[in-house]
């Protein structure tokens, strides 16, 4: 029996910076260099980036799972509120 711990670690940068990061730890290359010319932004996919539940400004960037794939993911990052569990994705 095996079990993995997932370790938190901060994304450092602006926030274009961050989703450009996400996008290529995610393989969407493409989608990450629209954001490198401007054509996606932080701000288009979050706004001001707080929970719609409960306003909160920090989220966890969740792992692509193989249960992802299986239930038909979209492909697109999701993210988790740090302090309710909302999810919702970049
Ligand atoms: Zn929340």
């Not at 054509?39 to 979050?46: A, G, N, S, V």
Request: hydrophobic share 30%; aromatic share 10%; net charge negative.
């Amino acid at each position: 029996m095996k079990f993995f711990q997932i370790t938190v670690t901060e994304i450092e940068g602006k926030p274009n910076e961050i989703l450009a990061k996400v996008y290529r730890q995610n393989n969407m290359e493409r989608a990450a260099s629209f954001v490198d010319k401007g054509e996606i932004t932080m701000e288009d996919r979050l706004g001001e980036g707080k929970c719609t539940e409960c306003g909160n400004t920090e989220w966890d960037v969740k792992p692509f799972t193989y249960n992802d794939y299986m239930n038909g993911g979209n492909g697109k990052p999701n993210i988790e509120c740090r302090n309710c569990g909302y999810i919702t994705h970049l």
